[in-house]
């Protein structure tokens, strides 16, 4: 991994900006400094890039994937892979005969991911919780969905079904498309935004409903699990931002592109950003929780909670 990290460009505070690694697999030479270099970045909000992906993808598997037909439906979902359960998911009627390549191919992709950044990212090595791998067949020029599932709006990402209850969103994407580079959008990071975003949309008020605190406590009593109102906030603050129309016009906008064959990493929960192009790509999602990050000052839990002088976990 020889990483000789270097920022592309300054950018303004508040943004992301990029940061290259060179990902030569040279995997002893690659220190616990380096590696929390990185974290350090990732938690400031910035786009780890490595212009040549660390993760082999065989030829027959990357022939089987870029022959994926796009399926006719508007509202196509990306296909899931569960490491946990070894389950692919999303898959519409006639794509079910591939089902088992495919199985394959995403548990190969999701291993060899996890494989790298236990190295590469080594203060979080073994503490995240492995969350689910994707494959993003569909061209997102042009995709239709409804408007808060829609990519091409800048967003913070946030789960509607899968709460995190504080931990970070950490993705790992890898471009396969052979000629086409995936083409994003970043804005302002959480850090910056969020205190903004909260004063203006308002605190959702089940964070204030005696009634609802009541619930939680006696769910927390019990030992089950309630939906954390970190993860209200941050779903509201998701949702708001798609919204605004106004925002996603005028906001500052970094244009990124990845190259066929890269891989780029970051934690979409404080990163905004959007999809504007691309087709083919394969994707890991790690939970990070607190207690393992370098700079827990700067999560958007802590954010939050400082805003609101409230514990904002269950
Ligand atoms: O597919 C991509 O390139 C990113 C889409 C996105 O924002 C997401 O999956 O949350
Ligand atoms: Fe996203």
């Not at 060179?22 to 909000?45: H, V």
């Not at 993705?171 to 396969?176: A, C, E, Y």
């Not at 406590?217 to 949702?239: E, F, I, K, V, W």
Request: charged share 25%; with cysteine.
């Amino acid at each position: 991994m020889n990483a000789a990290t270097a920022p592309e460009r300054a950018a303004s505070p508040g943004f992301s900006r990029t940061v290259i690694a060179e990902s030569r697999l040279a995997r002893e030479k690659w220190t616990y400094t380096q590696a929390s270099q990185i974290c350090r970045n990732l938690e400031a909000g910035h786009v780890v890039f490595l212009p040549t992906t660390p993760i082999e993808i065989p030829a027959a598997n990357r022939e089987l994937l870029l022959g994926w037909k796009q399926s006719s439906s508007l509202y196509h979902k990306n296909i899931a892979y569960r490491p946990l359960e070894d389950r692919v998911t999303g898959l519409q009627k006639g794509e079910a005969r591939q089902a088992e390549n495919l199985r394959r191919i995403l548990r190969e992709y999701s291993q060899r991911s996890v494989e790298f950044l236990k190295t590469f990212l080594l203060p979080y090595a073994g503490k995240w919780k492995l969350e689910f791998a994707s494959f993003r067949p569909i061209e997102e020029r042009g995709r239709t969905a409804r408007l808060h599932a829609r990519n091409d709006l800048l967003h913070f990402d946030s789960f509607p079904t899968r709460p995190t209850n504080g931990a970070r969103i950490l993705r790992f994407f890898t471009n396969i498309n052979p000629t086409q580079n995936r083409v994003w959008l970043t804005s302002q990071t959480f850090e910056a935004f969020g205190p903004l975003m909260v004063k203006r949309a308002g605190l959702p008020s089940s964070l204030d409903h005696p009634l609802l605190r009541g619930i939680n406590s006696l769910a927390r009593a019990l030992h089950l699990r309630s939906r954390s109102p970190y993860d209200d906030l941050m779903l509201r603050c998701h949702n708001v931002m798609k919204e605004d129309a106004n925002f996603q016009e005028t906001t500052p906008k970094t244009r990124r592109e990845f190259p066929p064959n890269s891989s780029w990493m970051l934690f979409t929960d404080c990163v905004s950003h959007a999809v504007l192009s691309g087709q083919y790509a394969l994707e890991q999602t790690l939970l990070v929780p607190q207690a393992a990050l370098l700079d827990p000052q700067r999560s958007p839990l802590a954010i939050l909670e400082s805003l609101t002088g409230r514990q904002l976990t269950v």
